[in-house]
């Protein structure tokens, strides 16, 4: 096996490195370039060098230089890193959520007052207590699922309703009606004796507050 001689070895040495590795053949420096030992920024020396030349720009050697592909460059995990994906996820949730709260919320209220508007029909309230003899009391309430009248403490249905009334103001100073509903009561039944009132040509038609209205 022949070794290198003084007139045709190389050396090689990393870019701008005080040391450098001699005694070597260009197949040598060409391997070690393709094994990754070295780079095409780092110098060598050929024979009849005067000084150190980049390997990419070498003449020997720059083409085969040009033929490797730069090493990938190597990646790190970078631990600093705040993962956003969860918090997005968890954000979303609760907006969502309070949305919906809020939503249910309002529909609540919208659907307690209706319930009160129905109740009191926007009609007059007035105590009981301070009823007078000028008004006629009619009560009705749920019995069996159907709605009892009573006028005066006279059971009436709702058809002669409007009879009843007309006869009960005759030769009286009762102009005014005095109803009474228990929650219970289908609007449409307090509608119709409210009509049945009018149409007996009462004046005006009140609505009993609840005890429990009362003590506020």
């Given at each position: 096996?022949?070794?290198?001689?003084?007139?045709?070895?190389?050396?090689?040495?990393?870019?701008?490195?005080?040391?450098?590795?001699?005694?070597?053949?260009?197949?040598?420096?060409?391997?070690?370039?393709?094994d990754?030992?070295?780079?095409a920024?780092?110098?060598?020396?050929?024979?009849?060098?005067?000084?150190?030349?980049?390997?990419?720009?070498?003449?020997?050697?720059?083409?085969?230089?040009?033929?490797?592909?730069?090493?990938?460059?190597?990646?790190?995990?970078?631990?600093?890193?705040?993962?956003?994906?969860a918090?997005?996820?968890?954000?979303?949730?609760?907006?969502?959520?309070?949305?919906?709260?809020?939503?249910?919320?309002?529909?609540?209220?919208?659907?307690?007052?209706?319930?009160?508007?129905?109740?009191k029909?926007?009609?007059?309230?007035?105590?009981i207590?301070?009823?007078?003899?000028?008004?006629?009391?009619?009560?009705?309430?749920?019995?069996?699922?159907?709605?009892?009248?009573?006028?005066?403490?006279?059971?009436?249905?709702?058809?002669?309703?409007?009879?009843?009334?007309?006869?009960?103001?005759?030769?009286?100073?009762?102009t005014?009606?005095?109803?009474?509903?228990?929650?219970?009561?289908?609007?449409?039944?307090?509608?119709?004796?409210?009509?049945?009132a009018a149409?007996?040509?009462?004046?005006?038609?009140h609505?009993?507050?609840?005890?429990?209205?009362?003590?506020?």
């Amino acid at each position: 096996m022949s070794t290198a001689t003084a007139t045709d070895t190389w050396k090689v040495r990393h870019e701008g490195s005080p040391r450098s590795v001699g005694d070597m053949t260009l197949a040598q420096v060409v391997e070690g370039l393709q094994d990754g030992m070295w780079e095409a920024t780092d110098e060598v020396m050929g024979p009849g060098d005067a000084d150190w030349v980049a390997i990419e720009n070498h003449p020997q050697l720059a083409e085969i230089a040009a033929d490797l592909e730069p090493p990938p460059t190597r990646t790190y995990d970078d631990e600093t890193r705040l993962d956003m994906n969860a918090l997005i996820d968890v954000c979303l949730v609760l907006l969502i959520f309070f949305m919906l709260i809020t939503s249910y919320s309002v529909l609540q209220k919208r659907l307690e007052q209706a319930k009160a508007d129905d109740a009191k029909s926007d009609l007059p309230v007035v105590k009981i207590k301070d009823a007078k003899e000028q008004m006629l009391f009619v009560k009705v309430s749920m019995q069996n699922g159907e709605p009892v009248i009573k006028l005066e403490d006279q059971v009436v249905t709702l058809d002669e309703l409007q009879s009843r009334l007309s006869a009960a103001i005759k030769g009286t100073p009762k102009t005014q009606l005095l109803l009474q509903a228990d929650d219970e009561v289908p609007h449409g039944v307090v509608v119709s004796i409210q009509d049945a009132a009018a149409g007996a040509r009462l004046k005006s038609i009140h609505l009993v507050m609840p005890p429990n209205e009362q003590k506020k």
